[in-house]
C-alpha cells in the first residue's frame, strides 16, 4: 500500500460486480474505508472489520483509492456489457467522500468511462457533488444522482456521521444538479427512532420534495433504536408519511424491505430508468457543457 500526497493508494484485481441489495444492479467501490466515519454503525466497516480487512474504526477512516480502477474497467466493461443494467456508486464507501478531492477526481473518471460505454450511474453520496458533472457531453444525462439524508440536525450529524458534508450543503449541491436537469434521489436510510434524535420528517420531506425518488429504510444494527419501544409502529407510521408526501408531490419512492410490517416488492425497481443513446446526448445541439 503506497501513500502518495494526503492518501493512500492500493492495487485490485477486480471491480464490478453483480449487488445482492434489492434497488441495485452491478456495483463499484473503488475506494477501501470511509473518512466519514458513521457510527449508526457503518454495515461496510463492520463487515470489514469482520473479515480482516481493517482493524480499527481509525484505520477505516484512512480510505485507499484502488489506483488501477480505471484499467481494471477497460477489462470487465466489455466482459459484463451485455448484463448491466445500470452501475451503482458505492455501497460500502463514499464516492465524493467529504474533502478528499482525488477520490472525486477518480470518481468521475469512473463515471465519465461508464457513460462513454452507454452505461449508466446511479450515485450515492454524503459529500457534495462537483459542478463538473453538468458537462452533459462527457457524463451525459442518464446518471441518478443521490444524497443520504436522515436529519437535518446538524448535532445528529457531528455524531452519527462526524466527517460527511453538512446536511445543508449536501442538498444544495444536489439541487443545483436538479436545477440543470439531471436525475436526483435521496436515500432516508437509515433513518433513526427518536430516542436517538426527535424531528419531524415531514420537514426533512420538504427540503428534498425537488428530487424524482425517495428511497426510505429503517436503521439496522443500533442497540439504542432496536431497543425503542415502540420501534415498529414507528417505522410503519414513518413509511406512510413518505408515502403520502411521495404521492402528493408525485415522486416515485421504495420503502426498503424489513421497514414496514409488509414489504412492497413492485417498487424495487425505482432506480435505473432506460438509457437515452449516449450517441443522442452527444449530437443534442441544445445542450451545452
Ligand atoms: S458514508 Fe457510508 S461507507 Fe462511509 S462511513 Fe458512512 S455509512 Fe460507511
Same mark, same amino acid.
Given at each position: %500500500? ?17 449487488? +445482492?441489495?434489492?434497488?441495485?444492479? @452491478? ?12 457510527? @449508526? ?5 463492520? %463487515? ?8 480499527? &474504526? ?20 466489455? $466482459? ?16 465524493? %467522500? ?70 445543508? /450543503? ?5 439541487? $443545483? ?10 436515500? %432516508? ?13 415531514? +420537514?426533512?420531506?420538504?427540503?428534498? #420534495? ?17 431497543? @425503542? ?5 414507528? &417505522? ?8 403520502? @408526501? ?14 414496514? +410490517? ?5 417498487? #424495487? ?19 451545452? /457543457?
Amino acid at each position: %500500500m503506497k501513500k502518495e500526497v494526503g492518501i493512500f493508494y492500493i492495487n485490485r484485481s477486480n471491480l464490478l460486480y453483480k449487488s +445482492k441489495v434489492e434497488y441495485a444492479d @452491478f456495483c463499484i467501490n473503488h475506494v477501501e474505508g470511509c473518512s466519514h466515519g458513521c457510527r @449508526f454503525p457503518c454495515y461496510a466497516f463492520n %463487515m470489514a472489520k469482520r473479515f480482516g480487512k481493517v482493524k480499527s &474504526y481509525e484505520e477505516w477512516c484512512k480510505p485507499k483509492l484502488v489506483k488501477n480502477s480505471l484499467r481494471l474497467l477497460d477489462k470487465e466493461i466489455p $466482459k459484463y456489457k451485455n448484463q448491466i443494467k445500470f452501475v451503482h456508486l458505492c455501497f460500502t464507501t463514499d464516492p465524493f %467522500m467529504y474533502k478528499q478531492p482525488e477520490i472525486s477526481e477518480m470518481t468521475l473518471k469512473i463515471i465519465e468511462k461508464l457513460n462513454q460505454n452507454n452505461i449508466k450511474c446511479t450515485v450515492l453520496t454524503k459529500g457534495i457533488y462537483p459542478r463538473d458533472l453538468t458537462e452533459i457531453k462527457k457524463y451525459g444525462r442518464n446518471n441518478e444522482y443521490g444524497i443520504t439524508i436522515v436529519s437535518l440536525n446538524e448535532s445528529f450529524r457531528k455524531i452519527f456521521e462526524p466527517n460527511s458534508s453538512n446536511y445543508l /450543503a449536501r442538498i444544495k449541491a444536489l439541487k $443545483k444538479l436538479h436545477d440543470f436537469g439531471l436525475r436526483t434521489w435521496v436515500s %432516508m436510510e437509515p433513518y433513526p427512532t427518536p430516542n436517538l434524535v426527535k424531528q419531524d420528517l415531514l +420537514k426533512i420531506l420538504r427540503e428534498i #420534495s425537488f428530487v424524482d425518488n425517495i428511497i426510505f429504510g429503517k436503521l439496522n444494527y443500533n442497540v439504542k433504536s432496536s431497543s @425503542f419501544i415502540d420501534n415498529k409502529d414507528f &417505522y410503519e407510521e414513518q413509511a406512510r408519511i413518505v408515502e403520502k @408526501f411521495c404521492k402528493i408531490k408525485r415522486i416515485k419512492y421504495h420503502i426498503k424491505y424489513g421497514t414496514k +410490517k409488509t414489504d412492497n416488492f413492485s417498487t #424495487s425497481t425505482i432506480l435505473g430508468k432506460p438509457l437515452v443513446s449516449f450517441q443522442t446526448i452527444k449530437e443534442d445541439k441544445l445542450i451545452v /457543457a
